[in-house]
């Protein structure tokens, strides 16, 4: 298990937080025509309604975001030091896809970060942790930030689904459906932020990538031993949380998200869900954007963000300023 600093230490901010996503379109429109009615129905009744489909490319989304993040911090480009990019769509960034990956960290200089006054600061890609990457970003990003290596570091998520053969949108198991999004925001150490970025703690399992097709128990074991190790490692109350942010899956798979992170079911937020469905590593950087902006976390309110992938599982806290 890897954690970040405690909250003894100098303050690190959050802020910034920008996003860009496609249009929201209805489920049977935003999968294609041979999709089963009995899936779209099991989507439906788990709480998914519209999914975010974008025409453009991951890097296109996340120059959109990072636009954002840059107007609403008020940061000047020329003191961002570092940029972290969390991906899992190698082959999206091809207009037809596919794209070659070999090309991009290219690409997203030439579409991100020249564009935006960035070209001078480090590009890091992060994409091991799938749709659980903002949580490896935002871990990362503050052991930078709290070790003095950089004083201000841009965190992006971008992801979409590349029309490409063996890419779906609607997961078969009704866990969920896939969206189009980028979410980015900037931790520092030289800007306030609107939020403090507390403690950030991930437990992977080298176990579950070994795990086949019809091991779903095991599976889940390793989930609950995972987040339930991420949750224990925070040392805070059950009700030491205003918010629990998580990824945008059904309705049954965050009510145990929320057992098993110790935080009342009632203070998850799920309104984006039926909105843009699951953007990959982008859900909860979005949802504490929307939350921020509609000013329901309130000074000094904690919000707990739970990242998810395949083998890798965080918990990140945050302290509104």
Request: aromatic content about 4%; hydrophobic content about 40%.
């Amino acid at each position: 298990m890897t954690r970040s600093p405690s909250r003894a230490e100098p303050g690190i901010g959050l802020g910034g937080l920008g996003y860009a996503v496609g249009d929201s379109v209805p489920l049977d429109k935003a999968v294609p025509e041979d999709t089963p009615a009995d899936l779209l129905d099991r989507l439906r009744a788990h709480g998914f309604v519209n999914c975010s489909v974008a025409q453009e490319t991951p890097a296109a989304l996340a120059a959109r975001s990072v636009a954002e993040s840059l107007a609403v911090s008020g940061a000047d480009p020329a003191r961002v030091d570092a940029v972290l990019y969390g991906t899992c769509s190698y082959w999206g960034e091809g207009r037809p896809p596919p794209g070659d990956p070999a090309e991009l960290t290219g690409t997203i200089a030439r579409t991100v970060l020249e564009p935006l006054g960035l070209g001078h600061a480090a590009l890091t890609l992060v994409w091991l942790a799938e749709s659980g990457n903002t949580g490896s970003v935002l871990r990362l990003a503050r052991a930078l930030v709290a070790a003095g290596v950089h004083r201000t570091v841009l965190c992006v998520s971008s992801d979409a689904v590349p029309p490409l053969p063996g890419e779906y949108r609607a997961m078969p198991n009704a866990v969920t459906v896939n969206g189009d999004a980028a979410a980015s925001c900037l931790v520092s150490s030289a800007l306030p932020g609107e939020f403090r970025l507390d403690t950030t703690v991930q437990q992977s399992s080298a176990a579950m990538r070994g795990l086949a097709k019809g091991q779903g128990l095991r599976k889940h074991l390793e989930i609950v031993k995972g987040v339930r190790a991420c949750r224990a490692a925070l040392d805070t109350p059950r009700d030491g949380f205003a918010w629990l942010l998580s990824n945008h899956y059904s309705d049954q798979v965050l009510t145990e998200f929320a057992a098993l992170a110790d935080v009342p079911r009632d203070r998850l937020f799920t309104a984006n869900t039926a909105r843009l469905g699951h953007c990959f590593a982008a859900d909860t950087l979005i949802d504490l954007a929307d939350l921020h902006r509609a000013g329901r976390i309130g000074p000094g309110e904690a919000v707990l963000m739970l990242t998810t992938g395949p083998s890798t599982w965080g918990l990140t806290a945050v302290s509104a300023r």
